[in-house]
Structures are given as structure tokens and as C-alpha cells.
């Protein structure tokens, strides 16, 4: 049975003011999304057809065809498993993932842990590790729900208790991650509460719509729980 996900009252004034002409298509969009919208319901309620914008890093493109990929395989001799990659780039000691000072180390913190969230070229912030997040009407208590199946490339499940552990190493005054300020509308990890092991509510000191967007931070890339 399929769950109706609940639409923010704020998002349904937002689609008033757009008709209005108070707001432009884009800022609904991004409003409406960060809200909890879908976003092919943001796109519905701005009365137009969602674009096809690939995600800024990880995920793979929206555009393409089945044949065309086929046919790039065939090219290449198709998928080659196992050997060694090799990569060029600048980069910075990482003394620890969550105190990361440069957006170019996540390309290497990204080999074994991703981010709950990604927005994208088009300003959209999508759920990435979450299936899905809602807030409620005065934007001071999240709810994200983690998507299930996941694995980290040692074998074991991504759960609550990996973002639980992330959170309380973004909270560490003492490992000095930028997060931290971040997230200053958080009391530590007494604002962070394990529902189950794929529910997490945040429970904010005051309202803030950009929570989806400030889990994309580069360093906020989520650690495996050992």
C-alpha cells in the first residue's frame, strides 16, 4: 500500500504566490522541494513539466536510452570488473572525514560513504540516502526517512545508528567540524532523535527550511558507525 505523502501547507501558499506572479518558478521549486515536496509534484503544482537536470555528483543522468548505453558497452567491450583506477588530483591531509576543509577531499571520502541529500544544477535538492523528508508547519522538527537496501562496500546495512554516529561527529565541538556551525539550530545530540533504525527527527531550537540543502555540505558525507 502506497503511503500519500503529506503536502506542507507553506508549499501550497508558495504555489498561490507563484500564481500570483509574487515568486518565480524557480524559487518555488527549490522552496517546495526543501519542504518535503516530490519533485514531480513541485513541478505539477508549478503547472510545468519537470526538466531533465543530471545531480551535481553521484547519481546517474535522467536522459539516454537503453540502446544507447547498450551500444557505448559494446564499444568499450563492455563492463570490465576488478583492476586498478588511478586518479590525478590536488588534495589536502584528511585527518577526519567530518572536519574536512576543502570540497575537493569528499572525491575521496565518497569511495566508502555518501551523502543523505544532492542538489543539483537546477537548485533542487533531491533525497540521496533519504527516501524522503517532511517538516512540520513551523519548520522546527524534521522527519528523514533513509532509504532501505543500502549497503556500505564492506557488506553491512546503512541504518539510523551510522547517521546517528555522523551527527554526533559533526556535534563534537572538540573534532571541529564547519557542520557544527552548520547546524547551530540543533542542541547537540540531545536535538537528535532514532525513531527506528531508517527514522531520524531532528528537533530544531528555531525554524530553518535549508536543513535538506546543509546536509549536502561537503564535509557532511555520512561515516559508517565503526
Avoid at 89 to 98: R, Y
Avoid at 207 to 212: C, D, K, M, S
Wanted: net charge negative; glycine share 10%.
Amino acid at each position: 500500500m502506497t503511503t500519500r505523502r503529506r503536502i506542507h501547507p507553506a508549499v501550497l501558499d508558495a504555489a498561490s504566490d507563484l500564481r500570483k506572479g509574487k515568486m518565480n518558478r524557480r524559487s518555488f521549486l527549490r522552496f517546495a522541494t526543501l519542504l518535503g515536496a516530490s519533485v514531480p509534484v513541485a513541478y505539477a503544482l508549478a503547472g510545468c513539466t519537470p526538466e531533465a537536470a543530471a545531480p551535481s555528483t553521484g547519481g546517474a543522468a535522467e536522459s539516454g536510452s537503453a540502446d544507447s548505453g547498450a551500444a557505448a558497452a559494446e564499444a568499450t567491450g563492455g563492463i570490465v570488473r576488478g583492476g586498478t583506477l588511478r586518479v590525478g588530483m590536488l588534495l589536502q591531509q584528511i585527518d577526519h572525514p567530518a572536519r574536512m576543509s576543502w570540497v575537493e577531499a569528499a572525491n575521496v571520502v565518497r569511495q566508502v560513504g555518501e551523502y543523505l541529500t544532492e542538489t543539483g544544477p537546477d537548485n533542487i535538492t533531491r533525497p540521496y540516502l533519504l527516501d524522503s523528508w517532511e517538516a512540520n508547519d513551523d519548520v522546527t522538527e524534521w522527519t528523514l526517512n533513509l532509504k532501505q537496501g543500502i549497503k556500505f562496500n564492506n557488506g553491512d546495512d546503512l541504518t539510523t545508528d551510522d547517521v546517528m554516529f555522523t551527527f554526533s561527529q559533526w556535534l563534537d565541538e572538540d573534532i571541529g567540524s564547519s557542520m557544527l556551525g552548520l547546524l547551530s539550530y540543533l542542541d547537540g545530540m540531545n536535538s537528535v532523535e532514532k525513531v527506528d533504525d531508517y527514522t531520524i527527527k531532528l528537533h530544531l531550537s528555531a525554524g530553518n527550511i535549508g536543513v535538506p540543502e546543509h546536509l549536502f555540505h561537503y564535509p557532511a558525507i555520512i561515516l559508517h558507525r565503526n
